[in-house]
């Protein structure tokens, strides 16, 4: 079979700007230490699920993937059975090698969600036969399934993610289904499940989002006791991963967030014999990673963690599934405490959907992918032995040239005529695109390495009126802190919003925002956790604390925009650390230098869920008659003056296509007729530009403009609409 080889970036592209993924700053960004070639098996491919193992018994590793499985060396493709369709999925949710019946011959375990089965395919002993499938049970919907020796009797043991029932089936050859049902307390059911040893007593335990279960083992049963610690984020992926990531002697829990934003790690901290679980963010700048994967992929004998985003799993309605796919390795620095990031593919069909898999494939000595999606099936060949890969001349995702007055719906490639965008994987690729654009000037965002712990200091708590005020400080980067209020309401029961409030332009920098000031109508954080918000105000550099820095001292940085924007990340990622905050509520507000930074870390950051811009943009060629010196200085954009001339006609990105970057999360726009700053009419044609990608995903009524009667100021009247309009869009 001739099988279509793309050779991708594999190591070496730094595109589509997902963020921090391999950026300047991170040292070995230019310096790959992975090159994985990928092939495409099966353009046609829609199985989200795979496995490795020797179907033929000719001592090669072959893939198994649903209807079909791929013999090695070359890959022929040999049907297996007839899938069910269901809904336009096929019931074939997880793909488990494991010799069932003991005849010698791996079979292959499935775990369901649709048909609510879980079923296991009999190998018909390498031949072509078709291959078998027995049922087990139906026990209800399971978003997967994995494979461990729960009671360790030497025997693997099916774990199925139930969403609505909790139980784990025990192989036991003396029954008919040869799996017996052993049930699990009701909690355990969800979306996220991982099995592994976490206080080393030697007996594995069960890890959901909601905790952890310890396994009890005594003579009348095993029982499981759920314990105090910590919580993951409701949708996490399958498997959780429970590894020692410190390397300091105890377990540790990754896991990525399967519908939503996030790659994290919960460390395991002792004390005095005391345990705390403390919180990181790895990466938040995708979504969508259902499956993770742990393996040594350049033989250091250090495991990295290899994350692939999924293709469509809840067909574009999950934040950012329609981003392009990746995939992406990480490598945990003990010396740093932080994560190196690297591309091994990206773009195409280069994702993982529900059950990817590692294993030497060509046996060369390395490690390979088998990396399935409903948009194709790739093997990732690992190149480690082989020469290094030239990178490709064309990179998909990099920065394109468009006119400001161009429509947004439009994509351009390099070499390739512009087309029409219709669906909202191509507005995927024009978002990548943009964010591209943007750190043209900005400079690039900082890559995983530079996310330190966060090392957060709290200086003093002050008793204000309906809540309690800290000043506190969290570590951005190395070498560099970040000086902040948190305002939290008095009497929270339960997990409250949060809103990050940067400041306008004044010296007390974070502190106008909290009511410190003469500025009464700059007070939106008082007046927030007044109303319930957990409110976070971080200085803006050369402001408030932060009076004294020094632009030019931080060479990773050629912008003072840039900065601002990574400290605004981190202080969302320092919220999701607060068991008070509901980490799927979180907007940010700002006016004025607030009201433009707020929309540049929205567009970075998809956690930021709406976003409140007063004062805060015009279309550049209305600023001052087109003249953006404005912009230039070392607290904004220096490239502006030194690469584009203050020029908007050489600008590489506008206000609609940050809004763009943003949608279609909600945005309140409040732009006074009177603004002698930013002109109102440059934003009526910004919105009027970036309203068709709202439409694209049937969002429109989240674009919401006001123009007040007044000039440069945050008028009572319009910050109490725009809070009744956070209170829709973050208190459902």
Known sequence: MTTIVERVTCGLLAVLCLATVCQAGDETSDQPRFRFESVLL???SEYSACCVFDVNGDGRLDIYCG???????????????????????????????LD?????????????????SIYWCENPRGTDARWQVHMIDEPGPSETGILADVDSDGLVDILPNGTSYAAWYRYDRTVDTWFDKQPLPAAVAGHGLGFGDLDEDGVSDFVTPQGW???????SGTRWLQQDGFKLHRDACIPILVRDVDEDGDADVIWSRAHNVGLYWMEQVRTDGKVDWQLHAIDTSYSSAHCLLWADLDGDRH????????????????????????????????????????????????GFDLGAACADLDADGDLDIVAPTRVGLRLLLNQQHQPTMQPPSALTGTTVRYDADEPLLKLRNVGTEDVDIETRTDWGRRRAQILASMQQVMGAIPSTSRRVDLDVQFVRAEECDGYQRHLI????????????YLLIPNGLTVSAPAMLCLH?????????????????????????????????????????DDADYDFGANPAYSSGTMKAIWNNIRAVDFLETLPQVDRDRIGCIGHSLGGHNGLFTAAFDLRIRAVVTSCGFTAFANYYGGDLTGWTSPRYMPKIREQYQSD??????DFHEVIGAIAPRPVFISAPLHDDNFEVSGVHTTVARVRPVYDLFENAGALVVRTPDGAHDFLPEIRGEAYDWLSQHLKK
Not at 86 to 97: E, F, K, M, V
Not at 311 to 331: N, Q, S
Request: neutral net charge; contains cysteine; hydrophobic residues 30%.
């Open 42 to 44: 099966n353009p046609h």
């Open 473 to 484: 400080n969290y570590q951005a980067e190395p070498g560099s802190r970040v000086s902040a």
């Open 504 to 544: 306008p332009t004044h010296r007390l920098g974070k502190g106008v925002v909290c009511g410190l000031s003469e500025k009464e109508n700059r007070s939106y954080a008082h007046e927030l956790a007044q109303r319930g918000y957990i409110c976070l105000a971080p200085d803006y550099p050369s402001f408030g």
């Open 100 to 116: 069932v019946n003991g005849d010698g011959w791996i079979d292959v375990v499935s775990v369901n969600y649709r048909s609510k």
């Open 303 to 350: 495991d990295e963690l290899i994350v692939g985003r999924r293709y469509l799993g809840h067909d574009g309605k999950d934040p950012g599934e329609w981003m392009p796919l990746g995939i992406y390795a990480y490598t945990f620095k003990p010396e740093t405490r932080t994560w190196y990031s690297e591309i091994l593919a990206e773009g195409s069909s280069n």
């Open 648 to 653: 908007p006609r050489q600008m590489p990105f």
């Open 213 to 219: 279960w310890k396994q009890v083992r005594q003579l």
């Open 67 to 97: 209807g079909f499985w791929y013999q090695a060396p070359d890959w022929q493709r040999h049907v297996t059975r007839e899938v069910t369709q269901i809904r336009g999925r096929y019931d074939d949710y997880a793909n488990l090698p």
